[in-house]
C-alpha cells in the first residue's frame, strides 16, 4: 500500500541520501517518494510462504532471496521499489548491502489499492532491467498468480495460474503447487456470503 509524501522533486542520489535517514521506507519514482505502508495479513504470509520456499529451494545456489526490505534500482536514475519478494543470482549483487541492481525474479503481492499500477507502470519500469526474467503478481483476496516471463528483450509471455495448478519459476528452476504460497491464509468473506 503506497501514500505519497510532497516534496520537492529529488535527484536519485538525494532521494538515497534522504532516505537513509528516515524510519520508513520510500518508493522513488521521476524525483518523487512515496512511503511504503504495511499491508495485510494475507498480503504478507503469501510473500512470506513463497521467499521461505525459493530461501530453501536456492540454499547454496549463490542466489540470494529478498523481501521487503531491500530495495531495486530499475536504472541508475531510478525508480526504486522495494518489492515484496525478489531473488538475484548475479554476483554482482553478492555483496551489495543497500539496493539490488541485477534481479532474475521480481514479485509483488496485490492489494486492491495497488494492483493496477503494480500491473502497469510498475511493470513497465521492471521490464528496463536488463536481468530480470520473470515478473510475477500474487493476488492475496484469492487464489491466483500472473507470471510475466521474458522471451525478448521486449516481449514477455503471460501466464494464468489459477487453484489446483502448479507454479513454475523457471528463472530459478522452481516449481510448486499453487496453495503452498497460500498456506496459513484466510481470506475476508465474500460481500452477501453470511
Not at 15 to 34: M, S
Not at 84 to 94: I, Q
Amino acid at each position: 500500500m503506497i501514500a505519497e509524501l510532497k516534496f520537492n522533486p529529488m535527484t536519485p542520489q538525494e532521494y538515497l541520501d534522504w532516505e537513509a535517514t528516515q524510519e520508513l521506507k520510500y518508493d522513488y519514482v521521476d524525483g518523487e517518494v512515496f512511503a511504503m505502508t504495511g499491508g495485510t495479513i494475507p498480503h504478507n504470509l503469501v510473500a512470506l510462504n513463497l521467499a521461505s520456499a525459493l530461501k530453501t529451494h536456492l540454499r547454496g545456489t549463490g542466489c540470494l532471496v529478498f523481501m521487503s526490505d531491500v530495495k531495486v534500482q530499475v536504472s541508475e536514475n531510478g525508480p526504486y521499489y522495494y518489492p515484496d519478494v525478489m531473488v538475484s543470482c548475479d554476483p554482482r549483487d553478492r555483496n551489495a548491502t543497500a539496493l539490488i541492481q541485477y534481479p532474475c525474479l521480481i514479485v509483488e503481492v496485490l492489494s486492491p489499492s495497488t494492483a493496477d499500477y503494480d500491473r502497469k507502470d510498475k511493470f513497465a519500469r521492471y521490464r528496463q532491467i536488463p536481468t530480470l526474467q520473470e515478473y510475477v503478481l500474487i493476488d492475496a483476496e484469492q487464489i491466483g498468480v500472473d507470471r510475466y516471463r521474458r522471451l525478448s528483450s521486449r516481449r514477455w509471455d503471460l501466464q494464468t495460474y489459477l487453484a489446483g495448478e502448479t507454479l513454475d519459476l523457471t528463472s530459478v528452476d522452481w516449481q510448486d503447487a499453487i496453495e503452498l504460497l497460500y498456506e496459513d491464509v484466510q481470506f475476508a468473506p465474500a460481500l452477501g456470503n453470511n
